[in-house]
């Protein structure tokens, strides 16, 4: 291990030598991610397994030690040099900083990391392991507060209760799933604290929706925004983790995105900052290329390349983390047809008009045709889900349909329709499966219109298929899908789809078939 243990020589006594006997064994394993954060480069890991996953929990927890002993380390290297110099000028009060340039050594304001996660428990799970992480001498009742808004137990660490749902729904979903949340942390030489007034907090953990709220200076997201606004305290922010990037956007990705369009920003007044000690990036507005990034989701989407590339400038350039998925077809419990259509398109925009006109045009009418229905339509996004809807309506059609923001008892009364046979196609939206993981019941055919993002969810949904002997699986995609396609069924397959002369393949048995 002596080698890992050569990569922390940097970090100061306290913290080293606290690390190596809370973490003992467990650091050789930590510390690989965590020379990576200490580049300072933006770090973009879509591949890392979750908690709630199976077999997921030491590999998450790893990761997340990791970017916390990179934030502590430069909290403390940071603070250290600020201390070091107040001591400096208390000695020689006379002294001209403006020609010692080892005095620049301040932001615009005090905060320096930023947290962004997507529920009060995973909150929960990472302000708990900061805690264990920090060598403080004075740790008493400091979660009191804390436990009373984000919960009392480590429910990640306790077998789930007993459900219908699949396993790592329970772990995701257990404790508070609230998600708008925002506080600071302050450290002091003997304690940490909580709560704290986000201008003397060393550290801001926020949801993105929350902290959406305090820059438009509103309690809701549906208001308009304040002319009357304070977020003065996010001009600074050095490091950013963004953490379960996937479920981030299962909620609003809009939110994450505005967030960070205005990190870095110059401060709207003065904040008890001594403008001799400013470093010269921040006078000079380039704050943003000094910024570190970390990046971290269970899979790869465009706009998390869209976010990493336009928004992540950090000088120090940047690292992706790849990897080759193996796919997920041998999860199906029994043998299904399954066609893959491809069509063609060279923007998104095309795209999605292409895969609408080849479902309206080819698909529609043959579902009309039949009289057996029983028609499972998938959707992976909200657009394509509103686009479909209105088409089914304006042809009449006998549909009932899942979303987002079905009520509760429609949803009742379409899963029984639909398994009765009383409407022919049911239309099921992916962020409604993503939060209730519905089995859906007398399913026949099932269209894929847009793959999932989840891979997961690709065997879930084809096993709902039963054991009906005309049963079969239609899905479309692009060669704009690829980062979807992979993880299904599999990195050099999905290869040989996009690349192929032929537009339409067969999977059964995980094999695969050209037409």
Not at 254 to 273: D, I, M
Request: charge should be positive; glycine fraction near 6%.
């Amino acid at each position: 291990m002596g080698g890992y243990v050569d990569l922390i020589g940097g970090v100061k006594g306290k913290l080293r030598e606290h690390w190596q006997n809370t973490l003992s064994d467990q650091l050789n394993s930590r510390l690989k991610f965590f020379s990576l954060c200490s580049s300072y480069r933006d770090i973009m890991h879509c591949n890392k397994k979750p908690f709630y996953l199976k077999g997921g929990s030491a590999v998450d927890s790893s990761t997340m030690d990791s970017y916390l002993m990179h934030a502590l380390n430069h909290i403390h290297r940071t603070r250290e040099i600020v201390v070091k110099n107040d001591a400096k000028l208390r000695t020689d009060p006379n002294k001209d900083i403006l020609d010692d340039n080892s005095f620049l050594d301040q932001g615009f304001t005090r905060p320096k990391v930023l947290f962004l996660l997507p529920l009060k428990s995973i909150a929960r799970r990472v302000v708990k392991r900061l805690i264990q992480l920090s060598p403080l001498s004075q740790k008493d009742d400091v979660m009191g507060k804390f436990k009373k808004e984000f919960g009392e137990s480590d429910d990640e660490e306790e077998e789930p209760v007993q459900s219908s749902k699949p396993a790592d729904f329970d772990l995701l979903f257990a404790g508070d799933t609230g998600d708008k949340f925002l506080f600071g942390i302050k450290y002091t030489k003997k304690s940490i604290k909580l709560f704290s007034n986000f201008y003397s907090s060393d550290i801001i953990v926020a949801s993105p929706l929350a902290l959406r709220c305090k820059i438009n200076g509103v309690e809701d997201e549906e208001k308009e925004p304040n002319k009357e606004r304070d977020f003065d305290f996010l001009s600074s922010i050095e490091i950013v983790v963004v953490d379960h990037a996937d479920v981030i956007l299962m909620q609003s990705w809009s939110h994450l995105y505005a967030v960070f369009e205005q990190l870095n920003q110059l401060p709207s007044k003065e904040h008890g900052t001594n403008v001799m000690r400013i470093r010269p990036w921040y006078l000079d507005q380039h704050a943003c290329y000094y910024r570190q990034t970390i990046l971290l989701s269970s899979y790869l989407t465009p706009e998390m390349n869209v976010l990493f590339n336009g928004l992540c400038l950090n000088y120090e350039g940047k690292v992706k983390l790849v990897t080759e998925y193996k796919g997920v077809l041998s999860k199906i419990q029994s043998e299904v047809p399954q066609v893959y259509e491809r069509f063609d398109a060279s923007s998104i925009t095309e795209a999605d008009d292409a895969r609408f006109d080849r479902f309206c045009k080819k698909v529609y009418p043959k579902i009309q045709e039949s009289d057996e229905g029983r028609v499972l339509l998938f959707v992976s996004s909200y657009f394509e889900y509103i686009r479909i809807r209105n088409f089914l309506k304006s042809q009449e059609a006998s549909f009932c349909r899942i979303g987002e923001t079905t009520s509760q008892q429609d949803i009742s009364r379409a899963r029984l329709w639909f398994f009765e046979g009383k409407k022919k196609i049911l239309l099921y939206s992916e962020r409604s499966h993503f939060y209730h993981r519905y089995k859906i019941r007398g399913a026949h055919h099932l269209v894929i219109y847009s793959l999932p993002g989840r891979k997961e969810f690709y065997p879930e949904l084809v096993n709902m298929l039963g054991e009906s002997e005309n049963r079969k699986c239609t899905i479309f995609f692009s060669r704009l899908d690829l980062l979807k396609l992979e993880r299904i069924v599999g990195t050099s397959a999905a290869q040989r789809l996009v690349s192929s002369d032929k537009s339409m393949f067969v999977f059964a048995d995980a094999g695969v078939s050209v037409r």
